[in-house]
């Protein structure tokens, strides 16, 4: 059973004068802690179920779409998200992916069995036809205003494939790099050449792609290249030297694991760390493994909501050894992590298509207010929700339509309303305690508000994102600001019906962000955030912060 801890007995006892409430937020908007990387608003699509396919593309030409496929409703769903990085092609798929499949004519590429996921059925590994590969994966992050981050075949690859795939991106067609013969004796000629391909292809530009990921989870037996840290490393250093010898400017992003595989991380940081420029993690909350029968319980509820505190422990914990690592270094080199996958995530059906509820929203909104925080404090340099269509996704398609989930939205409110300056806040609130589910352990005080503030650029916008992650009580909150002059506020509010509710094509705004109106002028009131809502406090001020 989930317990509230803290009561107050002011609230709880009839005819007792009025009192703060017990939860209470305290702002200081002179204390700008940092600016918070944008790329931890990132994204994820992978060669999976219904993403790519009926997802970001399609073949029906009845469907609007520009540039043979990409579909116009799914890119305006994308780009109202502003999503700042968008990761590609994979995933395990990236480890059994050849790039020269999905480049050139459309007719005449190939279609593949789809080696990562066939096992799991047609429906979550289909055929690809390969109609969309590279250019297409450039050409939507285009549309969208995404960097592209692409992940190479370590798994199956060669370090010249890599390097081939580096040139055909970023090389200029003068670039006379040699990139030669790999094991099996295909010779992947010189960067140019891949420039001159792209070119032929309708690209002279080059892309300009700037972060690259050598493998994924290549720690775990389910990877096609599974292998030991050391071998991994030692791999990491071929394909490091042979992408960068084409482009010196990329980003590399080395495999990293979660923390039950203790030994991986620092072994790979030992003998390849000074070629890393992030070391990527993933987390999935309560776990696939686990089997669980998700169901919409308040126990369940609670420790959904209560598991951002896990995604936490564990960013500090892989924080805590790159900076271990780096303290055993003569010469300082700058790692910084990359959780480019993490989402609620229960069971293989999921990998087709989900339709996620409120309550996993919650999750969602829990973890980008720590991924703020952790970007500044934890060397958190990207993040990339698992993943962005249909395949555990933010956005669901059917074959002609297409509608935002819960996931969808807090991303919308976070990337409309939070600002760029990290500013230091204090929160205490009402606590409850949660059952373990899956990976998320048993938990006592969790705290029932969550709350994130920020300032623009400009020091004009003052932001708090907070969360209730009460399961049915509004909290009445005392919020105190300090050093900055209110002058008007607005206030959106995402929530549902329900922890439970969903979203659908019948009703896209089930679960909805609903603007209010406000009237507050003055640095201290009283505001009730609702039950299982997320709330965007957003005050402006004609002045800058008091100097
Ligand atoms: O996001 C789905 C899959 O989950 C990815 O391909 C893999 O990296 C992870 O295990």
Redo the contacts with the bound molecule.
């Keep these: 059973m989930t317990h509230l801890l803290i009561l107050s007995l002011l609230f709880a006892s009839a005819g007792t004068v009025q009192a703060s409430p017990p939860n209470q937020i305290t702002v200081d908007a002179e204390q700008v802690i940092g600016q918070i990387n944008p790329n931890i608003y990132g994204h ?1 699509i ?1 060669h ?1 179920g219904r993403c790519i396919y009926e997802g970001v593309w399609t073949d029906n030409p009845e469907v609007p779409s520009v540039y043979g496929g990409i579909r116009k409703d799914v890119v305006e769903l994308v780009k109202q998200i502003k999503p700042p990085i968008i990761r590609y092609p ?5 480890d059994t992916y050849h790039w020269l499949d999905g480049i050139g004519p459309r007719k005449s590429r190939p279609e593949k069995e789809n080696l ?2 066939k096992a799991f059925g047609p429906e979550i590994g289909p055929v690809d036809n390969n109609h969309f590969g590279t250019d297409e994966f450039i050409q939507f992050v285009c549309l969208v205003g995404a960097e592209p981050y692409l992940n190479v075949n370590f798994g199956s690859g060669t370090p010249e494939e890599a390097a081939a795939w580096v040139a055909y991106c970023n090389a200029a067609k003068d670039n006379n790099t040699v990139i030669g013969m790999d094991e099996e004796g295909f010779d992947w000629q010189t960067a140019g050449f891949w420039a001159k391909k792209r070119t032929e292809n309708g690209h002279p530009e080059p892309y300009g792609v700037k972060y690259w990921g050598i493998g ?2 290549i720690y ?1 037996f ?2 096609t290249g599974f292998t030991q840290p050391e071998k991994y490393a030692e791999g990491f250093k071929k394909f490091h030297l042979l992408m960068k010898k084409v482009d010196p400017t990329i980003k590399l992003i080395a495999v990293g694991a979660p923390s039950n595989y203790a030994k991986w991380n620092p072994r790979v940081l030992r003998f390849a760390g000074e070629y890393m420029d992030y070391l990527s993690i ?1 987390l ?1 909350v309560p776990a ?1 493994e686990y089997a669980i029968k998700m169901t919409n319980s308040e126990e369940h509820y609670y420790s959904v909501v209560a598991a951002p505190l896990v995604v936490e422990k564990e960013l500090l914990q892989v924080g805590s050894v790159i900076k271990e690592w780096q303290e055993s270094l003569e010469e300082k080199h700058e790692i910084l992590i990359a959780f480019d ?1 993490w ?1 609620v ?1 229960w069971a293989h059906k999921q ?1 087709r298509e989900w339709n996620y509820s409120l309550r996993d929203g919650l999750f969602v909104a829990g973890v980008l207010n720590l991924l703020q925080r952790l970007a500044i404090s934890n060397r958190v340099g990207m993040a990339n929700l ?2 962005l269509i249909n ?2 996704g933010a956005i669901i398609t059917s074959e002609t339509d297409a509608y935002g989930s819960p996931l969808w939205l807090v991303f919308k409110l976070y990337r409309d309303q939070a600002g760029e300056l990290l500013v230091k806040s204090a929160t205490t609130s009402e606590k409850f305690e949660c059952e373990k589910l899956g990976n998320i352990p048993e938990m006592e005080e969790v705290p029932c508000l969550d709350c994130s503030a920020t300032l623009d650029k400009a020091k004009k916008k003052l932001n708090l994102i907070v969360i209730n992650r009460h399961f049915s009580a509004a909290l009445p909150t005392q919020i105190y600001i300090k050093n900055f002059l209110v002058k008007e506020g607005e206030i959106y509010e995402l929530n549902g019906p329900s922890p439970a509710s969903v979203n659908d094509f019948e009703n896209k705004e089930v679960v909805k962000i609903a603007k209010k109106d406000i009237s507050i002028s003055g640095s201290q009131f009283v505001y009730t955030f609702p039950a299982h809502s997320v709330t965007a406090l957003v005050f402006a001020t004609e002045n800058t912060i008091r100097e």
Excluded: K, P
């Design positions: 994820f992978e999976i994979g995933g395990c798929f990236s990562a996921w994924n989870e775990g389910w990877e993933h999935y696939l996958e989402n995530h990998f698992a993943q395949v555990i």
